[in-house]
């Protein structure tokens, strides 16, 4: 199994671009996150997913979209980039029906964005 | 006050020393408690957790929980160069206890160096 994998590693864009962030799992999680990490910030959750087709908002959510069509895809947008918008990102999953309940996360490893 | 507290360091230690890492929380309804270990450049990913109070072992690493403090740690023995990472402690309330309980809370990370 691969996990967690996020696409792409490593992106640079200028202020007012458009991207969208790829996170697919393979373990059949019904919860999906989006976090971002930047120094001295810890990890903040941008939107969460707890199933297909829901989304809501996390702590940190302004400039950024997320989708949820398919159970093992959750995708991250950002509209119109700016430089505040610089950090690593990291996609997680957790929770299968019948997993105990302490919710581990599983990550990915993580998109480097750099936005001029 | 933030919910949870964690002291960024860094701590930097000598090979084979002691070293305790530790988290504060506010509030009260956190039952699941897990330690994160990032290396550079990588995904965080679940090195232990326990649920409620008291102590578990897993080789090397030692989590303690003290709920009456709101306060957990987690200690490496004999500690290695390849220890050398950011510890991120993490908490949930009772997965089954409703919305936005499978959310993780993270604390900020402490980065650790152990040197040979």
């Known amino acids: 199994n691969a996990g967690v994998t996020q696409t792409p590693k490593f992106r640079v864009l200028k202020t007012g671009q458009s991207m969208t962030l790829l996170c697919a799992q393979d373990?059949?999680?019904?919860?999906m996150y989006w976090y971002r990490q930047d120094p001295g910030m810890g990890l903040r959750l941008i939107h969460y997913s707890v199933g297909e087709g829901t989304t809501a908002k996390g702590e940190v959510p302004d400039g950024y979209n997320v989708s949820r069509l398919k159970k093992q895809n959750f995708l991250l947008g950002l509209e119109s980039a700016a430089p505040s918008q610089t950090s690593v990102y990291f996609c997680?999953?957790?929770?299968?029906?019948?997993?105990?309940?302490?919710?581990?996360?599983?990550f990915g490893p993580g998109t480097r964005l750099t936005v001029l | 006050q933030k919910e949870v507290e964690q002291d960024p360091g860094p701590l930097s230690v000598p090979e084979g020393a002691i070293v305790s890492l530790n988290c504060t929380y506010s509030?009260?309804?956190?039952?699941?408690f897990m330690w994160y270990r990032q290396y550079s450049r990588k995904g965080p990913e679940l090195l232990m957790y326990?649920?409620?109070?008291g102590n578990k072992e897993d080789g090397r690493f030692t989590a303690q929980v003290d709920k009456s403090s709101k306060y957990i740690s987690l200690f490496i023995r004999d500690s290695q160069p390849s220890d050398s990472a950011t510890y991120l402690c993490?908490?949930?309330?009772?997965?089954?206890?409703?919305?936005?309980?499978?959310?993780?809370?993270f604390g900020k990370g402490t980065k650790l160096s152990v040197i040979p």
């Open positions: 993490a908490m949930s309330s009772d997965a089954y206890s409703g919305a936005g309980s499978y959310q993780l809370t």
């Open positions: 373990m059949n999680h019904e919860y």
């Open positions: 326990t649920y409620s109070s």
């Open positions: 997680a999953s957790s929770y299968s029906q019948g997993d105990p309940s302490y919710n581990e996360q599983f």
């Open positions: 509030n009260s309804a956190f039952q699941y």
